[in-house]
């Protein structure tokens, strides 16, 4: 099943994320999809700030991944985890997925998102979570969770959408 939510402003798509960020765990993978400026940078910033991520996360374009350390705020609480904020954008073709190694990502100590998750669709792990967003420019958003996988199912009822 799917779970909609909106956001009318791009702190409003943070709060989602942090809202998200409060019942992550270790080796999660959330897959960020939606278009050009939909707000995936913007939701994984919430999700950093939920995780205790200090500094100024940018979508990695250039670089394909960044590596912050942060905690898990529930389950867990305190738990150190490593984020692994990935955008894909510019890779052409699957094979690059392993050169770059996303699924070393892919590990217990890691809470690992995803923007641009479709060129790495056969590397993904089948229990995830995708969360994609709707709308652009400075109009209203519509994020929709889609958990993959029974376990998510009942994380996302959690969270009261
Ligand atoms: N409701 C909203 N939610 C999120 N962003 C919004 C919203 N309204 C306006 N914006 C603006 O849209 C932009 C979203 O940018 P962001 O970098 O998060 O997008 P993105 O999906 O990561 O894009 P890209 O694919 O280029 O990495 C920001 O400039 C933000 O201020
Ligand atoms: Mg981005």
């Given at each position: 099943?799917?779970?909609?939510?909106?956001?009318?402003?791009?702190?409003?798509?943070?709060?989602?994320?942090?809202?998200?960020?409060?019942?992550?765990?270790?080796?999660?993978?959330?897959?960020?999809?939606?278009?050009?400026?939909?707000?995936?940078?913007?939701?994984?910033?919430?999700?950093?700030?939920?995780?205790?991520?200090?500094?100024?996360?940018?979508?990695?374009?250039?670089t394909f991944q960044q590596e912050y350390s942060g905690q898990l705020s529930g389950t867990g609480t305190g738990t150190k985890v490593r984020l692994i904020h990935m955008d894909l954008y510019r890779l052409q073709r699957p094979e690059e997925v392993e050169v770059i190694g996303v699924e070393d990502a892919f590990e217990e100590d890691v809470v690992c998102l995803i923007e641009w998750p479709k060129i790495a669709e056969d590397y993904l792990p089948e229990i995830r979570l995708e969360v994609e967003i709707l709308g652009?420019?400075?109009?209203?958003?519509?994020?929709?969770?889609?958990?993959?996988?029974?376990?998510?199912?009942?994380?996302?009822?959690?969270?009261?959408?």
């Open positions: 099943m799917d779970y909609r939510a909106t956001s009318a402003t791009v702190e409003q798509t943070r709060e989602w994320g942090k809202q998200l960020g409060a019942c992550l765990r270790g080796g999660d993978v959330v897959a960020l999809i939606g278009d050009l400026g939909a707000g995936k940078t913007a939701f994984a910033q919430g999700v950093g700030k939920s995780l205790g991520v200090t500094s100024h996360m940018t979508s990695p374009t250039f652009s420019g400075e109009s209203l958003r519509e994020i929709i969770f889609r958990p993959r996988g029974p376990e998510w199912e009942q994380r996302i009822v959690d969270l009261n959408i």
